[in-house]
């Protein structure tokens, strides 16, 4: 980099190679050294003025400024600025390949190889940006270019911000303006492109480095499905689609079939990049270590930004590209060199045509409108003024900021230091968080439908927004699949499409699917001891519960799992919403001769599905059913592998419907019980009432492994073995206490209400102690339940504090929280449950204050599930628990459990 002032006269213009909405891009040749090519973009005063562009031009000056001096492979440099009466020029990197965006297009999606390629160089060129402080606010593939080897070179910081470099890397939010946020986390303004505009931008007028993330996960999507996740058909619908987190996993698009599938490492990757809540979405730290890249050394940066068709050497390979279908080295693209020697005065500024003609200013209004329309206070913005990203100052300098531009090396501001909006530190207005959501928040199916659009458009403006139509809830989807279907008449055959699905998970393809199972699998269960004061691991460790715990347990205890009698159980889930589970491999009888124990009843208030993450097609996952007393239940599946090898002949009758996976499951369950009608259909279905009665306590084996310890003290973050890969990581330290993998609830008092639903007359049958505190229950003031519940409840009113309810008229589920508006008493409960659900720390980022002691002799008895606890089949149940919760930990626990529900919803309304 030079100090020397340049002017334009010091180029060669060439072709245009674009245009954004405030310049124009050409392709120029330094006079001096005729063999350096730059792109120069060129903004005219004029229409920055007029535009109102000053504010974002300013930005990316001293953003791309800020970043040239680090010199970084993965960013645009910034050479030179200058200007002359009309334009403003930024002589910038020059990169042949174009757009990210248009290769994609070209190959319809990334095969694995170049999805890991682009994901790689974009985490490190994300992270070199964050470590500046500097958030980019508007990632997505157009903005993100290529040079001629295919490195990619991240470009448009006109919508960038800083943030105090003081803070916590992950934590840290900023506003626009560019100052730091670290009390009230709150950001100013709304930018970035609809499509990739993160959820926190959306509800809580936040902004931050996991804003960054959550738009590198929809990128990474994008490049295995050739599209983003969220896609509406107008910008409100796209963000009715993030905060639903609702986004599909359809086939790779590819054209060349033999193409693998997508791989599931990638989908469990944007999972837990695609995370709702900011404070549980991955970091880049821990994406670096996920088992996506474990073969990835992130500190071999000449490997990382190696060219796409080059070899682990460096050097040039067409076997590279020869091995990638459709992939010639032409798919970049290669503007021909219409060599136009353009006079810098003459140049042109077009108005703009492509796209963004209002980009920032539209998305905004755009998100101004959706508030409006959930009814979310977003301050100024109610009154119709847009938040500006700028320090106010700017506006007033316009003028002087276009006469005031500097070499690159020279002054670093275009602004006096005083006004730079880039280190300005002001002060913050509070967080605007939503103060209302209103009864409906549309998912209806047909913004299900995905059209093709052929470019992302940064910003379209919106349509007015239409009048809030009257509140319609919701319909849970009726069943109709005969597979699924209650009536039990003649054992269904699988479709033809069902039976190859089923190639892989069925376990005996010669049994008919058995119309009372609706989903039936080999698990292990986990308990994970549950203190007074939580569970009983580190809160680091437990925030981090999710496949790769399991993973972690399956690992350390797989000597264990192998040997032990009690490892492999076979786990039902009734139609009648009974979890059972069998020793398929020493067939233990209780007390009453019954092979199969019943576990729990889905149906039952106590089980309350805190979370699941499942990944069928790696048989990797695990679902939080309850926190009972003192333990945490998980159920995991195996791996396949593992599946084979049971030995199927002490199983009789074993079909599968694994068409659906376990959480859809529960929500079948659940729903046949709460709709009257279907109760009705299945009134002639046989259940297996000795379970519906079962007592007393299993085998005394079980009770022995009862006794036994749990998992230990603590367990370290996961590391993961780059060799191994997911399926093998291991704890960086082992000080994991052996736990035995086997923990069902076996006696009455253990176990969460086992209680089957009997068919006839939907009386529930409970066990004495059960009866006595579903009676406390009762007491608390949950008597107000819907209609429907009672239904199937004649004689034992047992209403769940936390289950959502029918009301048969509307089939519009009730939510404890609304529940609890109409019942006095449930107060204290409420408060108490709270405090449960906080210190259980759930994925909290931070240690929650320890377990205050359970108050009631009923609640030593019996655990409460927080009585916001939504199990919902409605996104309006979702918002309307989040909106109502007092703390963002509540919202975080409502907000899983209902977002399983959603999303079961929204694939049944895909599957109409
Ligand atoms: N350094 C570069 N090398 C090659 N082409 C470039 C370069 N910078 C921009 N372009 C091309 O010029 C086009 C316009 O870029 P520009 O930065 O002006 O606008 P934009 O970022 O696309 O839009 P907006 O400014 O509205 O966000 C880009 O889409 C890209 O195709």
């Avoid at 990739?196 to 990128?219: F, H, K, T």
């Avoid at 979370?611 to 069928?616: A, Q, S, V």
Wanted: with cysteine; proline share 8%.
């Amino acid at each position: 980099m030079t100090s020397r002032k340049r002017s334009p006269h010091d180029f060669i213009f060439k072709e245009e190679l674009g245009h954004g909405s405030y310049s124009t891009v050409f392709k120029a040749l330094d006079k001096k050294s005729p063999n350096k090519t730059y792109a120069i973009k060129v903004c005219s005063k004029k229409h920055i003025i007029n535009e109102a562009k000053v504010k974002y031009v300013t930005i990316e000056k001293n953003t791309m400024n800020l970043l040239a001096q680090k010199n970084h492979a993965g960013i645009i440099k910034l050479y030179y600025t200058f200007h002359d009466e009309e334009n403003l020029y930024f002589v910038l990197d020059y990169a042949p390949g174009g757009e990210l965006l248009s290769l994609l297009h070209r190959m319809g999606t990334f095969n694995d190889l170049w999805t890991r390629h682009f994901t790689v160089q974009l985490i490190d060129a994300l992270e070199f940006i964050h470590s500046h402080g500097i958030i980019h606010r508007d990632l997505k593939p157009e903005n993100v270019l290529l040079d001629k080897d295919g490195r990619l070179m991240i470009t448009d910081f006109g919508a960038a911000a800083t943030i105090d470099s003081s803070l916590e890397k992950d934590s840290a939010r900023c506003n626009s303006d560019g100052n730091s946020i670290n009390d009230s986390h709150s950001c100013a303004s709304f930018v970035g492109t609809a499509e990739y505009v993160s959820p926190e931008l959306l509800l809580y007028n936040q902004c931050g480095y996991g804003s960054d993330i959550w738009a590198l996960g929809c990128m990474i999507y994008q490049f295995v499905q050739g599209h983003p996740p969220f896609r509406g058909e107008n910008e409100l619908k796209t963000f009715e689609k993030i905060v639903a987190l609702d986004y599909p996993w359809g086939p790779n698009k590819r054209l060349n079939n033999s193409t693998p599938a997508i791989n599931p490492l990638v989908i469990n990757l944007v999972r837990k990049i695609l995370v709702v809540e900011v404070n549980e979405r991955i970091p880049l730290k821990l994406i670096k270590r996920h088992p996506y890249f474990s073969k990835i050394d992130w500190n071999d940066k000449a490997k990382i930004w190696r060219g796409i068709w080059e070899n682990s050497q460096g050097q040039l390979t067409q076997q590279t590209a020869g091995a990638l279908p459709n992939l010639p080295q032409n798919a970049l693209p290669t503007k021909q060199l219409h060599v136009i020697d353009t006079p810098a005065r003459s140049i042109q500024i077009t108005k703009q045509k492509r796209k963004k003609p209002t980009k920032i200013s539209s998305t905004t209004s755009s998100i101004v409108v959706w508030r409006k329309r959930l009814g979310i206070s977003t301050g100024k913005d109610d009154l119709g003024t847009v938040p500006s990203t700028a320090p106010a100052m700017i506006a007033s300098n316009d003028k002087n900021v276009l006469s005031a531009t500097t070499t690159h090396s020279g002054s670093k501001s275009i602004l006096p230091p005083n006004l730079q909006p880039m280190q300005t530190q002001i002060k913050r207005t509070q967080p605007i968080a939503p103060s209302r959501i209103p009864p409906k928040v549309p998912a209806t199916s047909d913004n299900m439908r995905i059209k093709p659009i052929p470019r992302q458009k940064t910003i379209v403006p919106s349509p007015p927004a239409p009048s809030i139509p009257p509140s319609v809830p919701p319909q849970l989807p009726t069943l109709s699949t005969p597979s699924t279907s209650p009536v039990p008449s003649t054992p269904s055959t699988p479709s033809v499409e069902t039976q190859q699905q089923d190639v892989v998970h069925t376990l005996d393809r010669r049994n008919p699917i058995d119309l009372s199972i609706l989903k039936q699998d080999y698990v292990f269960i986990y308990g994970i001891p549950y203190e007074d004061k939580g569970p009983a691991m580190s809160l680091n460790s437990y925030n981090m519960i999710d496949n790769d715990l399991i993973t972690l347990l399956v690992t350390q205890h797989k000597e264990e799992l192998k040997n032990s009698k009690l490892s492999l159980q076979l786990l039902t889930l009734k139609k009648n919403g009974m979890l059972s589970y069998r020793n398929t491999i020493k067939e233990e009888r209780d007390n009453k001769g019954n092979r199969e124990h019943q576990m729990a009843n889905i149906e039952d208030t106590d089980l309350s599905m805190y979370d699941f993450e499942f990944n069928e097609l790696s048989r990797k996952g695990f679902l939080i059913l309850e926190k009972y007393k003192t333990k945490l239940w998980f159920i995991s599946l195996p791996s396949y592998s593992k599946v084979s090898k049971v030995p199927f002949n002490t199983v009789s009758s074993l079909s599968i419907n694994n068409n659906e996976n376990w959480v859809d499951c529960f929500f079948r369950a659940r729903q046949l019980l709460e709709e009257k009608q279907i109760l009705d259909k299945i009134s002639n279905v046989s259940f297996d009432s000795k379970l519906s009665t079962e007592t007393t306590p299993p085998s005394s084996t079980f009770k022995k492994r009862e006794s036994t310890s749990g998992i230990g003290t603590t367990v370290s973050p996961l590391s993961y073995d780059s060799k191994l890969g997911s399926q093998n990581n291991v704890p960086q330290n082992n000080n994991v206490k052996e736990e035995l993998p086997f923990r069902i609830p076996t006696d009455v008092k253990e176990r969460p209400l086992a209680n089957a639903t009997p068919a006839i007359g939907h009386s529930r049958v409970t066990s004495t102690n059960n009866t006595n505190k579903a009676t406390k229950r009762t007491g608390r003031g949950f008597s107000n339940s819907a209609p429907s519940v009672n239904t199937y409840n004649n004689n034992t009113v047992t209403v769940s504090n936390n289950r959502p309810t029918t009301n048969p008229v509307n089939n519009k589920h009730i939510t404890p929280t609304l529940r609890k508006q109409n019942s006095p008493q449930s107060s204290s409960s409420s408060s108490v449950t709270r405090s449960q659900t906080k210190t259980m720390g759930y994925r909290q980022p931070t240690p929650s204050p320890p377990l205050s002691p359970l108050i009631s002799p009923a609640m030593k008895e019996k655990y409460l599930a927080p009585s916001n606890m939504v199990i919902s089949s409605s996104r309006y149940e979702v918002l309307h628990t989040l909106n109502n919760s007092q703390t963002n930990f509540d919202r975080e626990i409502a907000s899983r459990g209902a977002s399983a529900a959603f999303r079961s919803l929204q694939k049944n309304k895909r599957e109409k």
